[in-house]
């Protein structure tokens, strides 16, 4: 395949590029969309696609620098279960600096001309924005709550055996609409109610993730981990007592400790350096506030590809456990939920082995036809859990896609 990337200098939306059939991920404006798949694959494969691409012949000298060729994917919760990746026809991107950029794939150079590029332009940002439109909605849960808390108990009393340090225990939701969802309409809702999250639309799956599973670009590598979750009251002076709460609570930060340490521990072996904050931070998004702290290093030279640290990464102990494979093992016999993508991560890699990787959560599995869609929530358990409390973390968090879908 040959690809070529070009300065786009009129604004577009990335929101729109997406429509209701492409692909984003975006963060505080910055990311990329894209359209027209023609490949779906597992990882490796990409990775090999990505590697053996070729510049286009008429790329001008000063196109060469631009960005490379990305694909979007998705990586399940379990490390056994493959990775989905997309690769776009063509693909915006805002980039931080300010700039922004067109990159178009194909077999043909026919394709790569002027004249083409300035056709896929154009017609790839005329998406209309979604006429409002009211609808009917059914929620229930899949996972029975008594199950739910059942399956809680046992994880704490796990931890206390000493058999756990941690396990995350998760359950279901489903939404079922009269008429199809419009997906271009959530993620508006989503951009408007979660701007600073990793909003993504890859697959089936859409959402707004506030934790950054890893980033490379270059020799830098940044993660920023988040355990430990309080709600929001809408009154600020309730939110800081409650921030403060968190920050004050010996199980809260336990359950941050497991995860820190993991990532610390993953990534150093990885880097020349790797720097950390002393102690957590409050990240605030609509609905909830979590524990987090920003990770930050170089990694060696050449660098680790991103995916390599994702795949190291991937489930954090956030959406597991610790010891990982003995949490893993114990949310697979007791859980009973088929998480698929869910806990895993989402994000892009591209050509040059950069690429950034959210944790897939504050999510919605879509069903084909978009009748339905599958909420997932959960919470990290620790010997001090409470299962009622725990209950009511889940409560919290299915508000993010709930408020994006459910539209009367």
């Known amino acids: 395949m040959i690809y070529r990337t070009v300065t786009v200098s009129t604004e577009f939306d990335l929101n729109a590029v997406c429509g209701g059939d492409g692909v984003l991920f975006v963060q505080s404006g910055f990311g990329s969309a894209g359209r027209n798949e023609i490949l779906r694959t597992d990882s490796d494969a990409m990775r090999a696609v990505l590697n053996e691409m070729t510049l286009s012949r008429y790329a001008q000298p000063t196109e060469s620098s631009l960005a490379t060729p990305v694909a979007f994917g998705l990586v399940p919760f379990l490390p056994k279960n493959p990775s989905v990746f997309l690769l776009m026809g063509v693909t915006f991107t805002k980039h931080s600096d300010g700039s922004a950029t067109m990159t178009v794939v194909s077999d043909s150079e026919d394709e790569l001309t002027d004249e083409s590029l ?136 336990l359950e941050h400790r497991v995860v820190i340490d993991m990532v610390h521990d993953t990534l150093l072996p990885h880097c020349s350096y790797l720097d950390w904050e002393a102690e957590p931070s409050i990240v605030t998004v609509a609905n909830v506030q979590h524990l987090g702290t920003a990770i930050e290093g170089a990694l060696h030279d050449p660098p680790a590809h991103v995916f390599t640290l994702v795949q190291a990464l991937c489930p954090t102990p956030a959406l597991g456990g610790f010891p990982s494979s003995e949490a893993i093992d114990f949310i697979t016999e007791h859980e009973e939920m088929d998480r698929n993508f869910y806990g895993g991560a989402v994000g892009w890699m591209n050509k040059d082995g950069d690429g950034c990787f959210a944790v897939t959560i504050r999510c919605a599995e879509l069903s084909n036809d978009r009748r339905s869609a599958r909420l997932f929530a959960g919470g990290g358990i620790v010997a001090d859990s409470n299962p009622y409390s725990e209950l009511a973390e889940t409560q919290a968090k299915f508000q993010a896609m709930l408020s994006a879908i459910v539209r009367p």
């Open 118 to 253: 300035q056709t896929l332009l154009a017609s790839s940002n005329d998406s209309r924005p979604p006429r409002p439109s009211s609808n009917s909605y059914r929620v229930s849960p899949v996972m029975p709550v008594g199950r739910y808390l059942d399956t809680v108990t046992a994880a704490r009393d796990a931890v206390r055996a000493g058999l756990l340090r941690k396990a995350v225990i998760a359950r279901d939701i489903e939404v079922h609409a009269d008429d199809p969802i419009d997906t271009h309409a959530v993620l508006l809702r989503l951009r408007a109610l979660f701007g600073s999250s990793y909003r993504y639309c890859i697959n089936n799956m859409i959402g707004a993730s506030p934790e950054l599973l890893v980033e490379v670009t270059g020799r830098t590598v940044r993660s920023h981990p988040l355990a430990g979750t309080a709600p929001r009251s809408g009154d600020a002076e309730t939110d800081a007592a409650l921030a403060e709460a968190l920050i004050a609570s010996t199980k809260d930060q």
